[in-house]
């Protein structure tokens, strides 16, 4: 049995060296395009593909295609143009947003962190001096009006002369007090025929009082103090008013001289002594002082 299997095997291996060599080259070319066409079914995908990479379309739509060579390109977009650049500044705009002083190329003084916008900065540093003239101004329309009304009074109670022709610096006469006091009979005595004061106005004024103060003759009593200083509340700051005028003051003041008792100082020597601004000027914080502790009251002995 094994004999005879040996055999068939022997006689097999020579049937296939001696087959026919182009049967065996057409048997391995079927075999070669038979796995050809079965990779082509499993892969429909190439075949869609190919025409795209190398071959034209059906349609004519591929790059080699006449009508693609024909096709006008398409210009190129112009490029937008820039908006021009904004004008200079004007030179007064400059120096102010540079945040510099004007004229001295310095920066601001007290500017510490972040500085502000020029525009914010210029009108702060006019504001003292716009608001000081604004001062002179209304002090000055004030004045002029005051002087008018003065000069149309009816019965001389009061006169105005101007210190070296200021108007902010009056030199007032008073001429007349009550006439049943003993203050106007001093005064026909003494042939005195005015009470001399000197008023000074600030520059703030008619928001604060002025300063006034007796020049001649010395008085004693009547609230007027050392140095021809004045007690009246209306002379302060807390007493006075904007509505005040100079003749409404200087008629209270004149009531205040004969509520007071005063007299013209007959006293040899000390009569002939003038009053002083200076002495004046340190009796009125004096007694501005005192009456702000105490009111307006009559004050203790002790505090004079």
Known sequence: MATLLRKIGLIRLHNRDTEDPKHHH????????????LR??????????????????????????????????????????KPPPPPPPPDGAREAGSGREAGSGREPSGGGGRSGSGSALAPAALVPAGRQAH?????????????????????RFISVELVDESLFDWNVKLHQVDKDSVLWQDMKETNTEFILLNLTFPDNFPFAPPFM???SPRLENGYVLDGGAICMELLTPRGWSSAYTVEAV????????????GRICRKAGKSKKSFSRKEAEATFKSLVKTHEKYGWVTPPVSDG
């Not at 057409?26 to 066409?37: E, L």
């Not at 082509?40 to 990479?53: C, I, M, T």
């Open 26 to 37: 057409h048997h391995h070319r079927g075999s070669f395009q038979q796995g050809s066409s």
């Open 250 to 261: 200087m008629r209270q003041f004149a009531a205040s001289l004969v509520k007071g008792q």
């Open 135 to 155: 001062c002179t101004q209304v002090r000055t329309r004030r004045l002029m009006k005051e002087l008018q009304d003065i000069a149309r009074l009816s019965d």
């Open 40 to 81: 082509g079914r499993s892969n429909p995908r190439s075949k869609a593909a190919a025409p795209s990479q190398g071959s034209p379309s059906k349609e004519g739509g591929g790059a080699s295609s006449p009508a693609a060579r024909n096709k006008p390109k398409k210009a190129p977009e112009p490029a937008k143009a």
């Open 213 to 215: 103060r007796v020049l």
